[in-house]
């Protein structure tokens, strides 16, 4: 008996020797890094710990590039621009790759655009940037898009003057509504049931999923937790849900290509360049319809959440910096006037509400990390790159990294302006990335921003309810980083306010 105990134990020590030798990552030339426990690295960590937080943490110990053991994958951190620079932008070819085993991979299977990998990213991203550009991406004509939407909103403001407010709903009817009207070709009244479902559809969605949290690095509890907790297992049914009601737009359209009245939209750009590629007889297209519904619905995502993000931490500030609130509106007043509405165009003079947008960027952080990956063995700054590793650009931690900033923890929009007060870019602000795989929507999410922040403190101003505290700064850490809820008060500005 006692034999078998021996050689039980033996056994599971030779069957860990063996898991240590054969599982234990080789960081061999690699960057530097904590050593970590056997197997699981630092992966611990980030139970308590979000993973911004965690990988910032580590880099003023070992510099703005090192590597960390997290489970079975080592992870290469980037935490200054200099360094996302090299790899994403001079090493682009190699590191503009997804990584695979990811929260956001196991849900898209590779499909759209925000997941998907070499001939269907390369050839959707190029595809859906030459419509978007056809759409007059940054120019006049997508203004339209955003004005209307924002009338809308100011109508439904109005509603509220007076009164305690949580703006996140209108704000994220409003913003959908622009993206859905130049993808779908079609627009919801305020309140819409469909609307509102799909709203908190996307928005679901998106609480699934950290970054770089814990459930990216087990892909046993990954998967086990998918299935099992209530809350996964809801927002699974609601993915589903909202593909189907996808499919139905898709053969809606399909069933109106012909049709000489339709409208201009993404969706008959997308099957107009479907038929053409199967009337030249090309068997192995990319452009097919389950495709166009991850496409689409990637779209939907990536627009709603990152301006809706953007805008709640502006008004955030508003509420929180009274002084801000009344230079911005002092610039507006100057330059816009109570008259007439905001225009883009209006942007360039008005360099104080652009380095307030500017620091909202930075403090806010709207896409706190860019997991990249590559596809075969390189190098980096004269380390070893393990083939399939992930890197992982901190941008919360460059934002809010007090070598560069001094003082990242205060919120001054001063820091982007000169000396004769005006707008001074910087390097180290990448709200929407860097690289092949950097935002999409960046020009629209700009419009946004600006519109929709001017023209509401065109009509009011921004107050705190009574009997409360000005909104904290603290954060849920997603694919955005979205401030925790807070109401407002909105009061009607007069005539000539100042």
């Not at 203004?143 to 704000?171: C, I, M, S, W």
């Not at 496409?295 to 990536?302: E, P, Q, R, T, Y």
């Not at 001017?454 to 705190?464: D, G």
Request: hydrophobic fraction near 40%; charged fraction near 25%; aromatic fraction near 12%.
């Amino acid at each position: 008996m006692e034999l078998t105990w021996v050689t039980m134990v033996l056994l599971g020590l030779v069957v860990m020797l063996i898991l240590l030798v054969v599982l234990q990552p080789d960081s061999r030339g690699m960057p530097p890094g904590p050593k970590g426990l056997p197997l699981v690295g630092n992966l611990f960590d980030l139970l308590w710990e979000d993973s911004i937080t965690f990988f910032s943490r580590l880099s003023k110990e070992y510099g703005p590039l090192y590597s960390v053991q997290l489970g079975l994958r080592r992870v290469v951190v980037l935490n200054s621009s200099h360094w996302l620079t090299q790899a994403f932008v001079r090493q682009g070819d190699m590191f503009n790759h997804r990584p695979r085993g990811t929260v956001l991979s196991f849900i898209m299977r590779g499909k759209g655009i925000a997941d998907a990998e070499d001939r269907v990213w390369r050839e959707s991203r190029r595809f859906t940037l030459h419509v978007l550009r056809d759409f007059g991406m940054g120019k006049r004509s997508v203004e339209t898009y955003v004005n209307r939407e924002l009338q809308d909103f100011l109508e439904a403001a109005q509603e509220k003057v007076g009164k305690p407010y949580n703006v996140h709903y209108d704000l994220a009817t409003s913003v959908l509504n622009i993206v859905w009207h130049m993808f779908v070709g079609e627009r919801f009244p305020m309140g819409d049931k469909n609307l509102k479902w799909i709203v908190d559809s996307l928005e679901m969605s998106l609480t699934l999923v950290e970054q770089g949290g814990f459930l990216n690095y087990t892909p046993f509890l990954q998967f086990i937790g998918t299935f099992c907790k209530p809350k996964a297992v809801k927002v699974g049914r609601n993915v589903a849900h909202r593909l189907d009601y996808f499919t139905k737009l898709i053969q809606k359209h399909k069933d109106t290509l012909d049709d000489p009245d339709r409208g201009f939209d993404f969706m008959y750009q997308y099957l107009l360049h479907q038929r053409e590629e199967q009337r030249q007889g090309k068997t192995d297209t990319i452009f097919t319809d389950n495709q166009l519904m991850w496409l689409v619905s990637d779209m939907f995502i990536v627009g709603l959440d990152t301006t809706v993000t953007t805008l709640r931490w502006c008004y955030l500030f508003l509420l929180r910096e009274p002084q801000i609130q009344q230079r911005l509106y002092q610039e507006i007043e100057a330059v816009i006037g109570s008259d007439r509405f905001p225009t883009y165009e209006d942007r360039l003079r008005m360099p104080y509400t652009e380095a307030f947008i500017t620091e909202v960027f930075r403090f806010g952080s709207i896409t706190p990390l860019a997991l990249h990956g590559n596809p075969e063995e390189t190098q980096l700054g004269g380390y070893r790159i393990p083939k399939r590793s992930w890197v992982v650009g901190n941008i919360w931690g460059i934002h809010w990294d007090s070598k560069v900033w001094g003082d990242p923890e205060n919120f001054r929009p001063e820091r982007f302006l000169n000396d004769e007060g005006q707008l001074v870019r910087s390097e180290h602000v990448l709200a929407f990335s860097v690289g092949r795989r950097n935002c999409l929507g960046e020009s629209l999410a700009r419009i946004e921003a600006f519109q929709f922040l001017t023209a509401m403190l065109q009509k009011y101003e921004f107050t705190v309810p009574p009997g409360q505290d000005p909104p904290s700064t603290s954060f849920h850490c997603g694919v955005t980083l979205n401030p925790t809820e807070f109401n407002m008060v909105l009061k009607e500005r007069s005539a000539k306010a100042a």
